[in-house]
């Protein structure tokens, strides 16, 4: 007899296993394509924690809605040179069958060392957004989508994740191949360059941890793969300032000040040395990381105990105002009619001295 298939572990979809590689790295250098629908893009604040980026991908969603913006179908095309929006026309004349012109239908385009975020929202996962910095104004934008299904969404998110991990990879093959020493650069690309990577490992440190503390969401290791190939880059780009998919003078963005001295100059030249990090520093690595997400997770809760302290005395202050409220009320009542026995005791008292 055959045996039953309820005797093994069957995976519904290879999709769902974060450690299984979604497409292959030549794909990225062609490009893969999903189709979606582009809900809106506005100008967020520098993103500090994974509750503001969902927050601003809901108002985002809020706002598009109120005014009435219909939702664009545009194909999303990710590959070694960025992640390009492309809109999507139902209809092409004959004429213009063999004349495709990416450049009228481009709404938007960003290299793939300018995306810093990609998530689902938590309550919708067929909702996705990326955070990326504008080429012109460095300002932030969130770019929400939607897409049918739930696992396209999902697929999407871990293709943009991969598409890090590929141009990590051609960044440290180009790395070997044309090795520069550091001691002959001139001096400003040395400074832009680790400018560039200090800034760049600030950002995926704390998204990491940001990942690491929702660690119940089930798309927490989608959105970690795109971090662990940005975190890598940082040893990439000490070496070799171009990466794959950078232009040949990548920008400098300015470190933050207040975690800029957890990436020294030692530890990025000890990661240039060895861009691979061996397990042990990864297994240590991670137990910190897991330490700090439950330091955050106990903070979290004491917080929202807190909270609910302060809302709990708040409705007793004013449940004890309004009782006070009414007690002055009727306290005025009484001293009225008070009054008016006085009144009438001293008319009464008249009339007997009268008939006295």
């Known amino acids: 007899a055959m045996p039953s298939k309820k005797q093994y572990n069957l995976v519904s979809d290879d999709a769902y296993d974060s450690r299984i590689p979604l497409h292959s790295e030549?794909?990225?250098?062609?490009?893969?394509?999903?189709?979606?629908?582009?809900?809106?893009?506005?100008?967020?604040?520098?993103?500090?924690?994974?509750?503001?980026?969902?927050?601003?991908?809901?108002?985002?969603?809020?706002?598009?809605?109120?005014?009435?913006?219909?939702?664009?179908?545009?194909?999303?095309?990710?590959?070694?040179?960025?992640?390009?929006?492309?809109?999507?026309?139902?209809?092409?004349?004959?004429?213009?069958?063999?004349?495709?012109?990416?450049?009228?239908?481009?709404?938007?385009?960003?290299?793939?060392?300018?995306?810093?975020?990609?998530?689902?929202?938590?309550?919708?996962?067929?909702?996705?957004?990326?955070?990326?910095?504008?080429?012109?104004?460095?300002?932030?934008?969130?770019?929400?989508?939607?897409?049918?299904?739930?696992?396209?969404?999902?697929?999407?998110?871990?293709?943009?994740?991969?598409?890090?991990?590929?141009?990590?990879?051609?960044?440290l093959a180009n790395a070997t191949s044309n090795l520069v020493a550091p001691d002959s650069l001139p001096p400003t690309n040395r400074h832009s360059s680790s400018e560039n990577s200090i800034s760049r490992g600030i950002f995926t440190q704390i998204f990491l941890a940001v990942d690491r503390f929702e660690a119940g969401d089930s798309t927490c290791d989608d959105a970690k793969l795109l971090v662990r190939g940005a975190e890598e880059d940082v040893a990439a780009e000490a070496t070799q300032p171009e990466s794959c998919?950078?232009?040949?003078?990548?920008?400098?963005f300015p470190a933050a000040e207040g975690l800029q001295q957890t990436l020294s100059q030692q530890q990025l030249s000890q990661q240039a040395q060895s861009p691979t990090l061996s397990s042990n520093q990864l297994l240590a690595c991670s137990q910190r990381l897991g330490h700090q997400a439950q330091q955050a997770q106990a903070a979290v809760s004491q917080a929202k105990h807190l909270r609910d302290q302060l809302a709990a005395e708040a409705s007793a202050r004013n449940e004890a105002m309004s009782q006070n409220q009414a007690l002055m009320v009727h306290n005025r009542e009484l001293l009225q009619h008070i009054h008016i026995l006085v009144r009438h005791i001293q008319e009464l008292e008249k009339k007997i001295n009268r008939l006295e």
């Open 26 to 171: 030549e794909a990225f250098q062609h490009g893969i394509s999903f189709n979606a629908k582009y809900i809106g893009t506005l100008d967020v604040p520098r993103p500090s924690s994974r509750v503001e980026i969902v927050a601003a991908m809901r108002r985002i969603r809020y706002e598009f809605k109120a005014k009435s913006i219909k939702k664009k179908k545009v194909t999303i095309t990710i590959s070694v040179d960025g992640v390009k929006i492309v809109l999507r026309k139902k209809h092409v004349s004959p004429k213009n069958k063999w004349s495709w012109d990416d450049t009228r239908y481009l709404v938007m385009n960003h290299p793939i060392y300018r995306i810093f975020y990609v998530s689902h929202d938590s309550q919708d996962l067929k909702i996705f957004s990326y955070i990326a910095r504008d080429g012109g104004s460095n300002a932030f934008k969130c770019n929400v989508f939607k897409s049918k299904k739930k696992s396209q969404a999902m697929r999407v998110v871990r293709t943009i994740g991969q598409a890090f991990e590929v141009c990590h990879k051609l960044s």
């Open 245 to 252: 998919s950078s232009p040949k003078t990548p920008p400098s």
